[in-house]
């Protein structure tokens, strides 16, 4: 899950969901930096962003990384790299 800067009525983060695959690379250990892919599960919720945003991913309630938003396409460009893989 990944907090992109979406806010509850009570002002606390709404987390939005994404599927992730890292690119050149089988994987992401620990600690290491790679460029990843996220597939929103939601587009809509996340048009807000741009290049040079900076979003912070939750595995648990302790944030677990962070990522800088390189690129954006749109949803239909996604979906179709997404059904290739």
């Known amino acids: 899950m990944w907090d992109i ?3 509850r009525d009570d002002g606390e983060s709404d ?3 994404a599927r992730v695959w890292v690119e050149f690379a089988p994987g992401l250990p620990p ?3 790679a460029p990843v892919r996220l597939l929103p599960l939601t587009p809509s919720r996340w048009r807000h ?3 040079g945003d900076r979003i912070t991913l939750y595995e648990t309630a302790v944030a677990g990384g962070t990522a800088m938003i390189l ?3 749109p949803p239909s460009a996604w979906a179709e790299l997404a059904l290739r893989r």
Do not use: Y
């Open 49 to 51: 962003l741009a290049a």
């Open 15 to 17: 987390l939005d969901i």
């Open 31 to 33: 600690g290491a930096r």
């Open 71 to 73: 690129e954006v396409q």
């Open 5 to 7: 800067g979406n806010r």
